[in-house]
């Protein structure tokens, strides 16, 4: 059973733009963190965003700083990854993840969920 299931990924040229989402059961999301890492071809996962069970508190990794915005809509159980001014290098697969708390997402050690992946390719 799929517990994270992505969506949004695609081909787009560089600049351009893309949402990806997570949708998750309401018992899931309510009781955890969430968060978005990427693996790129011959390169370990790393983290990208994540996002407290409040929404309140948002991080990220450097390189998408200003770029990216994490998201979480609570009436749809369902954490959004807005992807502006898309570089090559962002070109990898994106995963969504969840756990208790925040400092593990970021972590990536002890996530309890993980999705099976959206390929996301940014090209001209």
């Known amino acids: 059973q799929v517990e994270l299931v992505e969506s949004g990924g695609g081909l787009v040229q560089p600049g351009g733009s893309l949402r990806l989402s997570c949708a998750t059961s309401g018992s899931i999301f309510s009781r955890n963190a969430m968060g978005w890492y990427r693996q790129a071809p011959g390169k370990e996962r790393e983290f990208v965003s994540g996002?407290?069970?409040?929404?309140?508190?948002?991080t990220y990794v450097d390189s998408v700083k200003g770029r990216f915005t994490i998201s979480r809509d609570h009436a749809k159980n369902t954490v959004y990854l807005q992807m502006n001014s898309l570089e090559p290098e962002d070109t990898a697969v994106y995963y969504c993840a969840a756990a208790p708390v925040m400092s593990t997402v970021r972590g990536g050690s002890g996530i309890i969920y993980w999705g099976k992946g959206t390929q996301v390719t940014v090209s001209s």
């Open positions: 996002i407290s069970r409040s929404g309140s508190i948002t």
